[in-house]
């Protein structure tokens, strides 16, 4: 469940409570030095230094529920302070700072306060998908502590996870060159995308794998350059957006206002099977926000669990959505072409839309006379619209 952080003061402490929950960052005292952190949706791990008097000693404490464990704390050689929790990795484990008598030392460790390695003259910021972490340095690293990689200077991060260089409003990097953020509550070194210390279960916008990333887009640029021409234009018209009326703000349907939606503000296409952004919140804009408070799992259902639970299905979109945002299955885009196939390319317009006319599946059937279930919407388009191309199998065709 999401969280919001709220700030609190009193004297010699200053710190972050999550709600009843327990701390989320770093705690001070004039001389206990403490660090909290959140262990997934189990509860806080602490560490400390006692510095009452030389020489310093450490502890760590895990809470579960309302009970606390007291565990030995991760010490590695020569150390001066406590090691400072900075990530939670993927498979729950973290991955801290810690100053010792030879410089900084970036360090994982268990919930058990066992060190798994330490990396010299480096900072964690960013834990990986695949178990690893990116350092400040940008520097890329395995879930056993070994470079891996270069990526150059470190991104700024939107709340979508788009990359952006300071001061561009351009996209930095293409999703296929960006490190898949681990599943966690804290996956950064500011605990999320934002850097604003806020606890919440990311990833709620997932990046795709590479090749189904590439496959999409490429199926989106195709399909963009195709309604561009007089030919699919006027199917597309005539055959869909003639019958469907109006856009969400009331407009006539155009292909060239489509045309604009998709390419004005570029559409954000993720991973649905990792994804903790609220189901429910792509219908709802009143849930969206109940969202943005509590996230998924209390009230309201996670993307990735829709998906689990609805087999047959590939895509959800947001119902209206500008940017267009769309969750896929990842096994149902088709590689066919690079991408750029009938099939990926109707479902892709079928999802659009949702999101540019604020109409749901049964409203867009009736309106194009074919029947439920949202497959059929699909297949559609893909003899209606896109007929000038060789079908796929009808069986293949996503909803």
């Known amino acids: 469940m999401a969280d ?3 700030w609190g003061t009193r004297p010699g402490l200053t710190g972050i409570s999550v709600n009843n929950r327990g701390l989320l960052s770093r705690h001070s005292r004039r001389r206990t030095r403490r660090c909290a952190y959140r262990l997934h949706d189990r509860g806080v791990v602490l560490t400390w230094a ?3 008097s030389p020489p310093f000693t450490f502890g760590m404490a895990v809470t579960t529920g309302t009970g606390v464990s007291l565990i030995n704390a991760p010490q590695v050689p020569g150390q001066v302070f406590k090691v400072v929790p900075v990530l939670q990795a993927q498979d729950g484990s973290f991955v801290g700072s810690v100053d010792t008598d030879g410089g900084s030392l970036m360090v994982a460790f268990d919930g058990g306060g066992n060190v798994r390695w330490v990396v010299p003259n480096d900072q964690p910021q960013i834990a990986t998908a695949d178990g690893g972490v990116i350092g400040q340095s940008g520097i890329t690293y395995d879930s056993s502590g070994n470079a891996t990689g270069q990526l150059g200077s470190m991104p700024t991060y939107s709340w979508t996870g788009n990359a952006y260089r300071v001061g561009s409003i351009d996209d930095w990097l293409p999703n296929i060159l960006k490190p898949r953020v681990a599943l966690g509550y804290s996956p950064f070194a500011a605990s999320n995308y934002s850097s604003n210390y806020t606890s919440v279960l990311l990833d709620w916008f997932p990046i795709l794998d590479a090749v189904s990333y590439t496959d999409i887009h490429n ?33 006539r349907l155009t292909t060239a206002g489509f045309i604009k939606y998709l390419k004005v503000k570029p559409p954000g296409f993720f991973d649905g099977l990792r994804s903790g952004y609220c189901y429910d919140s792509l219908s709802d804009s009143y849930l969206d926000a109940l969202c943005l408070v509590w996230g998924s799992g209390f009230w309201l259902n996670s993307v990735a669990l829709h998906f689990n639970t609805s087999p047959g299905d590939t895509a959800v979109t947001g119902t ?17 072409n690079s991408g750029m196939n009938p099939v990926n390319e109707a ?8 999101g540019f006319t604020g109409q749901f599946d049964l409203g867009i059937a009736s309106a194009l006379n074919v029947s439920m279930p949202s497959c059929n919407i699909t297949q559609y388009i893909e003899a209606n619209v896109l007929s000038h191309l060789p079908l796929q199998d009808a069986s293949n065709s996503p909803n």
């Open 219 to 251: 199926a989106l640029t195709d399909l963009l350059a195709k309604l561009a021409t007089n030919a699919v234009g006027t199917l597309a018209q005539q055959e869909v957006f003639n019958l469907l009326g109006n856009d969400a703000q009331g407009n």
């Open 347 to 354: 479902v892709i317009l079928h999802e659009a839309l949702h």
């Open 320 to 336: 209206p959505s500008n940017p267009l945002l769309t969750f896929f299955r990842p096994s149902s885009i088709l590689s066919d």
């Open 4 to 6: 919001r952080a709220r």
């Open 50 to 52: 006692d510095i009452w």
